[in-house]
């Protein structure tokens, strides 16, 4: 009988992990608390209209039927890193591998509820659109659009796709002729948001919002939204008709009540193959893990599925009783097509490298057929690219 391995959590770092698992001839079984994977990257678009919530999911009972491995719709309440084992919805599973990739929970700012959001739940995509929709059917309005940070963690911070989704509706209402009609306005805690992404392309971003008419309230920390508003702690108010706000990641519940090590923010403790210290056969990845690495890395799709095949491959090692291990440390850094709505720039960072290369139209293609490409990639309807 071959090992089994029991995958929680079914986005970029799960599904990637089963499938190398089962690729290496583990007994495999998925459990995620959803029948879909969605991918984030393309969802900015269901905000837009540009595409059906329906395109940006992946159905995980087929990826599973297509590799071989078990797919469990079900909801982890708790799990045992000692047991390597974990509660869903009531039972107990368990195996002589645990790998953990239920991502990360967000902080929730004072009156955040208020906001729309992109991230987490993927209906909030639906309910960000609804809105922007009814906004725009109005003829006039101000949108802001903005993101949180996380002083205990910069890795769980995500500003990329806010950025590519104010683009993308300043590209919208360009196109039905309202831009004149809308305020919009991009807002940050920290004094020069994306900077992540290197001085180039922070530059370039900032850069194109004034280019594009788009107000910037920088470097105010944000301390609350009410139903109209978004509040600073200098007392100022944003005053707005729509508010779409991304918070920062922060730990997940059921790895804060486990007795996994983690980091101060409430990610798994990993070491560069992502095997769990002091736990054997425990395994982290994704956004789940407390990422590791240059102080401008970020928690990234790529990155999650790096960590995968980095875990999948130990757990081979450990099962042969191989020494070697691998490691995701060198491969972490930050790549992205930033999309534009009407085009896209290609983002990389790296330790010796920063570029950012402008994609007039064709970037945005190039990003709506990656959309494409990893959805039938995981359905085996097409041949993995290197590296993808
Ligand atoms: C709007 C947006 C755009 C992005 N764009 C890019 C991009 O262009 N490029 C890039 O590299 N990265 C991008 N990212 C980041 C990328 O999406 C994440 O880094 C990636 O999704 C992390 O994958 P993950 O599998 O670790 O976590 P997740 O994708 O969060 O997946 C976690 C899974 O676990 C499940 N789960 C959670 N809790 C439980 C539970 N208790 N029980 C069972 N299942 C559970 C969830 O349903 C989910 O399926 C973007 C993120 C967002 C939000």
Redesign the pocket.
């Known amino acids: 009988m071959p090992n089994h391995a029991l995958v ?9 992990a089963a499938i190398q698992l089962r690729q290496r001839g583990l007994e495999v079984t998925l ?4 029948p ?9 678009w269901v905000v837009t209209g540009e595409k059906p919530f329906e395109e940006v999911c992946l159905d ?1 009972g087929d990826v599973a039927r297509r590799h071989g491995f078990r797919f469990v719709e ?4 708790s799990i045992s890193g000692a047991g390597r084992s ?1 509660v ?1 919805n009531g039972e107990k599973l368990a195996a002589d591998h645990l790998v953990v ?4 929970d967000r902080l929730k700012p004072k009156g955040a509820e208020l906001t729309h959001t ?3 739940d ?1 209906q909030a ?1 639906v309910r960000a659109r609804d809105a922007l929709s009814a906004l725009l059917a109005r003829g006039r309005g101000r949108i802001a659009m903005g993101f949180g940070g996380n002083p205990k963690d910069g890795s769980a911070v ?1 500003g ?3 950025f ?2 104010m683009f993308n509706v300043d590209t919208l209402l360009r196109r039905r002729g309202l831009r004149e009609a809308f305020e919009l306005t991009f807002f940050a805690p920290m004094p020069s948001p994306g900077e992540r992404m290197g001085k180039k392309a922070v530059g370039a971003l900032q850069g194109m919002l004034g280019k594009l008419g788009v107000g910037a309230r920088f470097g105010k920390k944000i301390t609350g939204f009410e139903r109209d508003g978004v509040l600073f702690e200098d007392g100022s108010k944003l005053e707005t008709d729509l508010t779409i706000f ?1 918070p920062a990641g922060d730990g ?3 790895v804060k009540g486990s007795d996994l090590p983690r980091s101060e923010a409430g990610f798994v403790t990993v070491d560069g193959g992502c095997a769990v210290p002091g736990f054997p056969g425990v395994w982290a ?5 407390a990422l590791q690495g240059p102080d401008w890395r ?8 790096v ?2 095949r980095v875990a999948a491959a130990n757990v081979a090692a450990v099962e042969a009783g191989r020494p070697e291990r691998e490691s995701y440390l060198p491969h972490v850094g ?6 534009m709505g009407n085009g896209a720039a290609y983002v990389h960072r790296d330790d010796v490298t920063e570029r950012m290369v402008p994609l007039p139209v064709v970037g945005h293609w190039m ?1 709506q057929a990656w959309g494409a490409y990893y959805k039938a990639s995981k359905r085996r309807q097409v041949p993995r690219l290197p590296g993808m």
Not at 334 to 339: A, G, V
């Open positions: 929680l959590g079914g986005g970029f770092a799960g599904l990637e459990v995620s608390n959803r879909f994977l969605f991918v984030y990257p393309t969802s900015i995980l079900g909801t982890v309440e974990a869903v990739a239920f991502g990360g992109i991230g987490g993927p995509a995500r990329g796709p806010v590519e989704l991304l997940h519940p059921a990845v994704g956004d789940a893990a970020a928690k990234q799709g790529h990155v999650a599925e960590m995968a930050i790549t992205c097509l930033l999309d990003k």
